[in-house]
């Protein structure tokens, strides 16, 4: 089991910019598919990005071209950039891990969880 600690969100204006990231420990992340999903109020929890053992990266329509996932295994670290933020992106973000490293966009393909941090941008 890994555990996930996310950081970077907070409060922002459209059109800006924001890193979050997620330290793990307990397991490494390479080799292993990961991703980043959010939830906003009274909506399902959707998928953000993910990236596979390959390093492969897959994205979200609305977010393509505006975020991109990374990871640096030296410090079993992932990040999420997100540029041109905009109101609709505010929710909470999750980022994930599952023991197999193929990527999936459901949810309920992963296992470990972070907790959770809140994005929230202003129009």
């Known amino acids: 089991q890994v555990h996930l600690v996310e950081s970077g969100g907070g409060l922002v204006q459209a059109g800006s910019s924001l890193r979050l990231s997620c330290a793990a420990s307990g397991r490494t992340l390479s080799g292993y598919a990961v991703a980043w999903f959010r939830q906003a109020p009274g909506k399902e929890r959707e998928i953000v990005s993910g990236m596979d053992w390959h390093s492969r990266t897959y994205y979200a329509d609305s977010t393509k071209g505006r975020f991109t996932i990374s990871r640096e295994n030296s410090k079993n670290t992932m990040y999420l950039q997100m540029n041109n933020l905009k109101p609709e992106d505010t929710a909470v973000y999750y980022c994930?891990?599952?023991?197999?490293?193929?990527?999936?966009?459901?949810?309920?393909?992963?296992?470990?969880w972070g907790q959770g941090t809140q994005v929230t941008v202003s129009s």
């Open positions: 994930a891990s599952r023991v197999r490293s193929t990527y999936s966009n459901d949810s309920e393909d992963y296992e470990d």
